[in-house]
C-alpha cells in the first residue's frame, strides 16, 4: 500500500530532526514521575523511560552510571562524524520491535544476543501464553510476525512511540561480530541456504579456478573470501548487505534515533538486567545466559586477521569504522594497518 504523500512527509521531518526532538522531550518536557503513560484501564505504573530520566537517583546511580555514559559519547560521535540528515521511511524502521505492554523499541542486531532478546520480548508480550524465554525454540523466535515492528504502525503511531518508549539497542566490537557472522553463516554444515545464497557467489567471484562442486555447493567459504566480498565495491551495488554483517549504525539508525539504553555484548548481563529492570519485570524474567563454550572474543578474532593482509584490513577497517567510532570501540591491536 503506498503511503500518503503527506505521512511520508511527516515522517521524514520529524525523524530527520529526531535525534533533537527526543532530546528535547526527555530533558525539557520530562513526565511528571508517576503520570501514568498507559492509557489502559487501572494501569498507573511508571513507564521505563521515566524510571530512567525521573526515577530515585540514588537508587539507579550505579546500575546507570555507565549506560549514561555511552548515550553521551554516542550523541557526540554523530554530532562529530555524521552530516547529512537522512531521510527514513518506515521500511527503514523494520528491525524496532515494539513491546506496547511495557512501553520498550528494541533495535535488533544480529549477532550480539538478539535471539534471546526476542525471546524475552515473546514472553513480555504474549499475556502468559510463554513464560520461560528458553522454552522458544530459536527458529521460531526469528519467525516474521510473531513480534511486532514499528515500520508496522502508522506515521502518528511511530512518532508516538518513538517519544514516550524506552528505546535501547545492544552492540558488539564489530569485527567480533563479523568473525562471529563468518563462523555460524559459512562454517557450519546445516547453514545450506546461506551456503547457496552467498557462499556460491563468493567462490565464484573470489576464488581462483574454483572446482564446480565447490561453487555449486557453496559450503567451504574461507575467511579472506568473505572479507574479499565485503569490501567489493560490485557488493552493494548489487543488492544491500545481509543483516548478519550489515553495520548496526545501517541497520538502527543510531544518529536520527535516540536511544535511551545502548548495552554492548561485552557487558550483557548486567546490561540486560538494566534494561529488564527499567521495564518493571526484573523480578519475574530473567534474561538467558549463553552456554556457549566457543563465543566468538578477540582472542579468536585475531586468530581469523592473521591471514588477511593489511590492505584488506585497512579497507574492512573502513568499511565498518562509523560502528567502532559510534560505539566507542577501539582499533584492534591485532591489525596491522
Not at 562524524?81 to 524502521?93: F, G, N, Y
Not at 523499541?105 to 544480529?110: A, D
Not at 565447490?214 to 551495488?237: A, C, M, S
Request: glycine fraction near 4%; hydrophobic fraction near 35%; proline fraction near 6%.
Amino acid at each position: 500500500m503506498r503511503m500518503p504523500r503527506g505521512g511520508r512527509l511527516l515522517l521524514a521531518t520529524c525523524l530527520g530532526s529526531l535525534f533533537v526532538l527526543v532530546i528535547y522531550f526527555q530533558t525539557i518536557i520530562k513526565p511528571e514521575p508517576g503520570v501514568n503513560t498507559d492509557s489502559r484501564p487501572g494501569k498507573s505504573r511508571r513507564s521505563p523511560l521515566q524510571t530512567l530520566y525521573n526515577g530515585d537517583q540514588l537508587e539507579l546511580l550505579a546500575a546507570q552510571r555507565s549506560l549514561q555514559g555511552r548515550r553521551e559519547l554516542l550523541e557526540q560521535a554523530c554530532l562529530s562524524h555524521t552530516r547529512k540528515r537522512q531521510v527514513l521511511s518506515p521500511e527503514d524502521l523494520k528491525h524496532l520491535i515494539v513491546d506496547d505492554k511495557h512501553s520498550l523499541i528494541y533495535c535488533y542486531v544480529p549477532k550480539v544476543a538478539c535471539t534471546n532478546w526476542k525471546r524475552v520480548l515473546m514472553v513480555l508480550t504474549s499475556d502468559g501464553r510463554y513464560t520461560d524465554p528458553l522454552s522458544i525454540p530459536a527458529n521460531e523466535a526469528h519467525v516474521a510476525g510473531n513480534l511486532r515492528t514499528l515500520s508496522e504502525f502508522s506515521v502518528p503511531e511511530i512518532n508516538r512511540r518513538l517519544r514516550s518508549y524506552l528505546k535501547f539497542i545492544f552492540v558488539r566490537d564489530p569485527f567480533e561480530r563479523l568473525v562471529s557472522a563468518y563462523r555460524n553463516k559459512f562454517t557450519r554444515s546445516y547453514n545450506t541456504a546461506f551456503h547457496r545464497r552467498y557462499g556460491t557467489k563468493i567462490i565464484r567471484r573470489h576464488r581462483p579456478e574454483p572446482d564446480p562442486e565447490e561453487i555449486e555447493k557453496g559450503n567451504n567459504v574461507l575467511f579472506h573470501e568473505f572479507v574479499q566480498y565485503l569490501v567489493d565495491p560490485r557488493t552493494q551495488r548489487e543488492e544491500p548487505f545481509n543483516e548478519h554483517w550489515e553495520r548496526v549504525h545501517s541497520l538502527c539508525h543510531p544518529c536520527l534515533i535516540h536511544y535511551d539504553v545502548v548495552g554492548k555484548y561485552e557487558t550483557l548481563e548486567p546490561d540486560a538486567q538494566a534494561v529488564l529492570s527499567l521495564a518493571g519485570v526484573e523480578g519475574t524474567l530473567q534474561f538467558p545466559t549463553s552456554g556457549k563454550s566457543t563465543r566468538t572474543d578477540g582472542n579468536m578474532a585475531a586468530r581469523y586477521f592473521k591471514h588477511i593482509s593489511p590492505f584488506y584490513q585497512k579497507k574492512l577497517f573502513n568499511l565498518y569504522r562509523m560502528d567502532f567510532l559510534l560505539f566507542n570501540y577501539s582499533t584492534p591491536e591485532y591489525l596491522r594497518t
